[in-house]
C-alpha cells in the first residue's frame, strides 16, 4: 500500500475535481504493475495499473489501491467493472470514498461477485493525501490552506526600504510547491496593489496555473498588475465587496476543491475569526523585523484559555527557517 500511495502523490495537483489515486499489483510478493489517476477524464488508476500488466492476471496476484473503486459511470467506466472483467481475485482498499454516490458500494459490489476486499491498510494516510477532495465532496467547499512567510514578531513585512524577504530562498521555494497542489490561490486587494505578485507555479512540470482570486471592497484595481495582464490573466478571478465565506461557496459551486490564502494579513485574519481555515501552513524565519502587517490581525481571543490551537502539528527545518503545520481545532 506504501507503494500504491507512492503513485498517487504523483497525481496529486493533477485529478481536481477527482481524487489523486494510486494503485499497484503484486504477484508473489511482488510489485509487477503500478498506476495512478494522471487527470479528469483519464483512465483511473485501477485500470491504467492493470493495463501496463498487458496480461491475464493469476488468481494470486493482489491489487492494491488508495482508495475505493469507482462503481458508477462518470467520464469513464466504474473501475469495479475493470477489475472484474481483469479477473482480479483479491483486492486491497485503503480509505473508503467519501463521494455518496460511491461510498462502500464499490467493496460491496466486488464482494457480491466473489472477490476478497480488504479494506482500511493505511486508511489514514490514503485519506489525508485526498483531505481537500474529501471536504468538497461532502461539503462543495474547497478546503483553505492559509500560508504565510512570517517573523518571530509575527510580521508579514519588512520596514520600508528593507530588502523584502523574511524567509530564505529554499523556504520560498518550498512555500511555491505548494501552489501546483491547489486549485485556486486567493489575496486581497492591497498585495495585489503592493506586491504585484505573480501567484504562478513554477519549477514545478505538468501543473496547471491554478485560479488566482482576489477580493476587493472597492474594485479599482491596477489593471497592469501581472495578475491581469500576464499570460494566465484568464486564471484570474475578482471578487468586490463579498465576504470570504461567500466567496468560497461561490468557489466550491465552480469545482474548486482547495484554496490557498496567500495574505494579505487582513484576509488571513478574516479567515480566522470565521473559523474557515482547514489548514495552516507558516513560514517562521529568524528575524525580528516590527513591521507593520501583522499576520492574523483581528479581535483575537479573549484569553488564552479561549486561543485556537493545532492537532497534528509538524515542524521542518528549512534552511534558517521553520515550517509549521498544523490543523485548527475550532470549537
Request: aromatic letters at 4%.
Amino acid at each position: 500500500m506504501r507503494a500504491a500511495l507512492k503513485e498517487a502523490k504523483k497525481a496529486l495537483g493533477q485529478t481536481s475535481p477527482n481524487p489523486a489515486v494510486g494503485a499497484v499489483l503484486v504477484i508473489d510478493n511482488r510489485i509487477v504493475a503500478k498506476g495512478h489517476h494522471r487527470g479528469a477524464g483519464r483512465d483511473h488508476a485501477e485500470v491504467e495499473c492493470l493495463r501496463n500488466f498487458a496480461a491475464p492476471v493469476p488468481a494470486r496476484a493482489t491489487l492494491y489501491i488508495t482508495l475505493e473503486p469507482c462503481s458508477t459511470k462518470g467520464r469513464t467506466a466504474p473501475c469495479t467493472d475493470a477489475i472484474l472483467e481483469g479477473d482480479v481475485r483479491s483486492v486491497v482498499v485503503g480509505a473508503i470514498d467519501l463521494n455518496p454516490r460511491h461510498s462502500g458500494k464499490g467493496i460491496a459490489q466486488l464482494r457480491n461477485a466473489g472477490v476478497n476486499v480488504k479494506e482500511g491498510v493505511l486508511a489514514d494516510e490514503c485519506a489525508q493525501i485526498n483531505e481537500a477532495f474529501n471536504k468538497w465532496i461532502v461539503s462543495e467547499r474547497p478546503f483553505v490552506i492559509a500560508k504565510c512567510g512570517m517573523s518571530l514578531d509575527g510580521r508579514l513585512t519588512r520596514p520600508t526600504g528593507e530588502p523584502p524577504w523574511i524567509t530564505g530562498e529554499p523556504a520560498r521555494g518550498h512555500a511555491r510547491q505548494l501552489r501546483a497542489k491547489v486549485d485556486a490561490i486567493l489575496v486581497g486587494a492591497e498585495t495585489v496593489r503592493a506586491d504585484n505578485p505573480r501567484l504562478t507555479v513554477r519549477g514545478v512540470r505538468g501543473v496547471r496555473q491554478p485560479w488566482r482570486v482576489v477580493l476587493t471592497r472597492s474594485g479599482k484595481l491596477p489593471p497592469r498588475k501581472r495578475l491581469f495582464s500576464d499570460r494566465f490573466s484568464s486564471r484570474t478571478l475578482v471578487y468586490q465587496g463579498e465576504s470570504l465565506s461567500a466567496v468560497l461557496k461561490n468557489l466550491g459551486e465552480r469545482g474548486v476543491t482547495s484554496v490557498l490564502i496567500e495574505g494579505g494579513g487582513n484576509v488571513l485574519g478574516q479567515a480566522l475569526d470565521a473559523h474557515l481555515i482547514d489548514k495552516v501552513q507558516l513560514y517562521l524565519g529568524p528575524i525580528l523585523t516590527g513591521g507593520p502587517v501583522i499576520a492574523f490581525p483581528g479581535p483575537g481571543a479573549e484569553n488564552t484559555a479561549n486561543a485556537l490551537r493545532l492537532r497534528r502539528v509538524s515542524y521542518q527545518q528549512i534552511g534558517q527557517t521553520v515550517c509549521i503545520t498544523g490543523y485548527p481545532e475550532f470549537f
